[in-house]
């Protein structure tokens, strides 16, 4: 099973500044397609299982842990450093650390 983050719960300005991120539209989906078959260049497609969870968290977001992983009958609060699906800047935070990342690689 997958552990999400119950990012309804968050309040802005405390738990999270930014959400937005860029998003592909699919003009330009077509536009690269077009060219790719224009120019019978290779075009490879890759999907990052778990994507969210390599974004660090700049903000202190703390969550309580699943019943099923508690030991006993205290509930165990828990830091985030990293990303989780559900949280609202997931998002952006993954498209934050995968630029940086992807810049320092061609530059």
Same mark, same amino acid.
């Given at each position: 099973?997958?552990?999400?983050?119950?990012?309804?719960?968050?309040?802005?300005?405390?738990?999270?500044? +930014?959400?937005?991120?860029?998003?592909?539209?699919?003009? &330009?989906? $077509?536009?690269?397609?077009? +060219?790719?078959?224009? &120019?019978?260049?290779? =075009?490879?497609?890759?999907?990052?299982?778990?994507?969210? =969870?390599?974004?660090?968290?700049? +903000? +202190?977001?703390?969550? &309580? !842990?699943?019943?099923?992983?508690?030991?006993?009958?205290?509930?165990? =609060?828990?830091? !985030?450093? $990293?990303? =989780?699906?559900?949280?609202?800047?997931?998002?952006?935070?993954?498209?934050? &650390?995968?630029?940086?990342? !992807?810049?320092?690689?061609?530059?």
């Amino acid at each position: 099973s997958r552990i999400t983050a119950r990012g309804f719960t968050e309040r802005p300005g405390v738990d999270f500044f +930014e959400i937005i991120h860029p998003v592909g539209r699919g003009q &330009t989906l $077509k536009m690269i397609l077009a +060219e790719c078959a224009r &120019t019978s260049s290779k =075009l490879y497609h890759i999907d990052i299982k778990g994507a969210f =969870l390599h974004a660090v968290l700049p +903000e +202190e977001i703390y969550m &309580t !842990l699943p019943p099923w992983i508690e030991d006993g009958e205290q509930r165990t =609060l828990v830091r !985030l450093k $990293k990303s =989780l699906y559900g949280l609202k800047q997931a998002g952006r935070e993954w498209y934050l &650390t995968i630029s940086k990342h !992807l810049t320092e690689r061609m530059g």
